[in-house]
């Protein structure tokens, strides 16, 4: 039998990392581990996946925190010895340009969504030098180039594209891929999580946004963007790094 794929998803309890989680389960071959803060999430992502959550690990920890990720290294050390895969999920928004973004959003925005993501991996690279075919899978957007809606949530996903291209080339000779995988809108909580919106005024904006897809609708987190993730994650994928891949429904047409 072929070993399992252990597989570390940030904010996986939530959205496109809990899609994620779901979807990897289904497909066998994948030991999966989600981290993220708020124990109510984690207790309501269990209660999402009913039985199948006793095959997860759910670590508890902020991203943005360099100690929290340098325990959950040494956690997963401990127990897997080692990691094939890591896809770095987790990320906030809050909306606003120039002159309503505060310097604490700012400062908040680039501690979770690009800080992370480079505190994360480093504290991971040695697990991940001891995995099979590695693969970082980090969650961008279609921000990092169609700009609107938050001027740091934008900056901080360019800024991630330009860590997957660097990472992809200084991480090749050790056999580890890392690529991209840029959204459109996708249903989940992140606006709602931010204050944005409320439960229902982010459903209407989720139906008037579908006129604008030429695929009629928004993305759905475990059936349109996890397949996109699994294949970078799997063996199918090995010639496949430093891409940053558009999974949007067409909008950036
Ligand atoms: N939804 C979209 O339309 C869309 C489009 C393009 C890109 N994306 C990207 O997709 C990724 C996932 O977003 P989503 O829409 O699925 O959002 P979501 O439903 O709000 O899920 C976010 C997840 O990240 C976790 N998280 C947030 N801050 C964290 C922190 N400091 N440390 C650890 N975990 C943290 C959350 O759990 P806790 O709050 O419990 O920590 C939750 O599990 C993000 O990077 C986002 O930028 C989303």
């Not at 609107?148 to 090749?172: H, N, P, Q, W």
Request: with cysteine.
């Amino acid at each position: 039998m072929e070993k399992q794929k252990v597989v570390l998803i940030t904010g996986g309890t939530s959205g496109i990392g809990l899609g994620t989680v779901e979807y990897l389960l289904e497909q066998k071959g994948y030991c999966v581990l989600s981290f993220s803060r708020s124990k109510d999430h984690i207790e309501a992502a269990k209660k999402k996946l009913g039985a199948k959550a006793e095959a997860v690990c759910f670590l508890q920890g902020d991203v943005s925190s360099r100690q929290d990720c340098v325990q959950l290294a040494k956690i997963i050390d401990e127990r897997y010895h080692r990691l094939d895969g890591l896809v770095n999920a987790a990320g906030i928004i809050k909306l606003g340009g120039i002159e309503k973004q505060t310097y604490e959003e700012w400062d908040k925005s680039m501690a979770v969504n690009l800080t992370s993501v480079f505190t994360i991996t480093k504290e991971l690279l040695p697990l991940l030098k001891k995995g099979t075919n590695p693969s970082i899978v980090n969650i961008s957007s279609m921000a990092s180039g169609r700009v609107g809606g938050s001027i740091a949530y934008c900056a901080a996903k360019a800024g991630l594209d330009a860590m997957t291209k660097f990472l992809a080339k200084e991480l090749g000779p050790y056999g580890i891929r890392v690529n991209s995988i840029n959204p459109g809108a996708v249903y989940t909580n992140i606006y709602v999580a931010s204050g944005d919106y409320d439960q229902k005024s982010y459903d209407q904006w989720s139906k008037d946004k579908v006129t604008l897809y030429p695929l009629g609708r928004i993305g759905d987190a475990k059936k349109d963007l996890a397949p996109a993730i699994e294949f970078l994650l799997s063996d199918k994928a090995l010639w496949t790094t430093g891409d940053i891949i558009l999974v949007d429904g067409g909008i950036s047409i």
